[in-house]
């Protein structure tokens, strides 16, 4: 997998630039991650519904073809884009988001922090009140709150053409996170959004980015 490592970009251009590559690849085209750094902008998902975004005030709303409803992206979080063709790999997507997932949780416990899955919500989760806990939420959990007495630190999302994925995932390292409180983060009103400062680990931007690409690249191994 070719590693292209892009710095701080704004995000619509290099959105076009991935689906241009992902739509005009070969069969032999080699697969590519993507690692930036976003200024400032919400993107909504294709079923991204506009009451999500509750004030935008001067961040761009971004429309994408990416599953999942409205996010944002932000200096100190790292993106990182796949452009892997799952066939080839003998990945189908839920198998593929599985990995992706995986590869999050790995970053997280090289840095001493327990990543939690919740189902039917792609993306990662941490304990609010001890972030590092493998404990599980104790006590009965509300079917109406899934997210109880957690913060999400990773979101993701993905698109898939011709058997190609491409868009992926951000992890939040150290952030303002007040850009969060203008959006239902993902679709789910009141859903707390964290970064690894939040929970108590200083890690730099390119060092979470390096060990992070070193993972995506483990975990989707055929």
Known sequence: MK???LGRRPCAPVLA??????ESRSIDAPDELWLVEHDPVYTQGLAGRSHHVLAAGDIAVLRTNRGGQVTYHGPGQVVAYPLVDLRRRGLRVKEYVFRLEASILAVLGDLGITGHRVAGAPGIYVRLDAPASHAALTGPQPSADPFRGLGKIAA?????????AYHGAALNVAMDLEPYSRINPCGYEGLRTVDL??????AKWDQVARRWAECIQAHLEP
């Open 156 to 164: 993701l999302g993905v698109k898939v053409t011709r058997h190609c």
């Open 17 to 22: 630039e991935m689906q241009a590559y992902s």
């Open 3 to 5: 590693i292209r490592h």
């Open 197 to 202: 400062a939040f929970c108590g680990v200083q």
